[in-house]
């Protein structure tokens, strides 16, 4: 269809019938949503689970649900919906097996941006070690609330708890970062 074809007014000569084309090929916009959102999505999926093979499938299964399910999310917000998969398969996982397994790299490769300076890392991999030290629960709190900046409403949505809940659980995993990132920087400073 020609450029002509779609404008407002060659939509009124063309005999009152008005034809509109969203997305004509939804498989070309799925492909082009999964290149763009799959390093954000693995990002979160890595940051729940702290294993970077558990990140990957995570991502793989909320793009499969995403692509099952694009006629009705297409025109929403998919990636809302890949979102909310990754967390959702991450709890059931969780409650299937009820054990954490951390890996010992954080740098999972998750996605294009990388720190500029050795400082940087160093700090950044201190921030992903204690985050992967917080028990499960505080820090899915934790990556909705504040890395996410999902509001308390919305991460007790996501996470089918209170609001209350998710403020006492931000509380508490707020406070054991703080303990597991300051003792660590009190080192830094004496050497």
């Known amino acids: 269809m020609s450029e002509a074809a779609t404008s ?3 939509r009124e000569l063309a005999h009152d019938v008005e034809v509109v084309r969203a997305h004509s090929d939804p498989v070309a916009a799925f492909t082009a949503f999964a290149q763009e959102s799959t390093p954000a999505l ?5 940051l729940l ?24 999310v297409g025109d929403g917000n998919p990636f809302a919906y890949a979102r909310r998969v990754i967390v959702t398969a991450r709890i ?10 951390l890996s010992d790299d954080p740098a999972g490769g998750g996605g294009p941006t990388t720190p500029s300076s050795d400082l940087e890392i160093a700090e950044r991999d201190r921030l992903v070690r204690a985050l992967l030290a917080l028990p499960l629960k505080q820090r899915r709190v934790v990556v909705l609330r504040y ?8 991460t007790a949505a996501e996470l089918g708890v209170s609001t209350g809940t998710v403020k006492s659980t931000a509380s508490r995993a ?4 703080r303990t ?12």
């Open 8 to 10: 407002p007014e060659t």
């Open 42 to 46: 693995y990002r979160i999926a890595y």
């Open 49 to 72: 689970c702290g294993d970077e093979h558990r990140a990957h499938d995570l991502v793989q299964l909320a793009l499969e649900r995403t692509y099952a399910a694009w006629r009705r």
């Open 92 to 101: 059931d996982g969780w409650r299937r097996t009820r054990r954490e397994v």
């Open 147 to 154: 890395l996410l900046d999902r509001s308390e409403k919305e």
């Open 174 to 177: 707020l406070a054991r970062l």
């Open 180 to 191: 597991l990132v300051a003792p660590e920087r009190g080192r830094e400073a004496r050497s």
